[in-house]
């Protein structure tokens, strides 16, 4: 149930469209499904990660050891919100120009989580 609730924030926080599919795989290794448009484009850079977080939708970047996912993916937080995971290869900078988190860990965070992360 967690990770659907993060689709559900991937949703609101980049106005992206993920959708539940369903339960697939063995029995004792089921998988949930889902589905996102395919969006084309290159690997957005660091700085571009950065700008759109920051600037773009009033996010604070997290230090490094507050990280979450690969190695030298970038953390964000805003008031209960928080967003690991962006690195280059889950970052798409369209052919417009547009930069869209593709596949990110948001979580909602509660009173501690908060208190943790504003130290």
Do not use: C, W
């Not at 949930?32 to 700008?51: K, S, Y």
């Not at 050891?65 to 995971?85: I, K, Q, T």
């Amino acid at each position: 149930m967690e990770y659907l609730d993060r689709i559900l924030l991937q949703n609101e926080i980049f106005a992206d469209r993920v959708s539940f599919v369903g339960v697939a795989g063995e029995r004792h290794r089921p998988r949930i499904l889902t589905r996102q448009p395919h969006i084309r484009g290159d690997d957005a850079t660091p700085i571009e990660i950065v700008r759109l977080m920051t600037e773009e939708l009033g996010f604070r970047q997290l230090a490094a050891h507050f990280s979450v996912g690969y190695e030298n993916s970038l953390a964000f937080v805003r008031e209960d919100v928080a967003v690991f995971d962006l690195r280059p290869a889950n970052v798409v900078r369209t052919h417009e120009g547009l930069i869209i988190p593709i596949d990110s860990i948001p979580y909602r965070l509660n009173e501690s989580a908060r208190k943790i992360l504003s130290e």
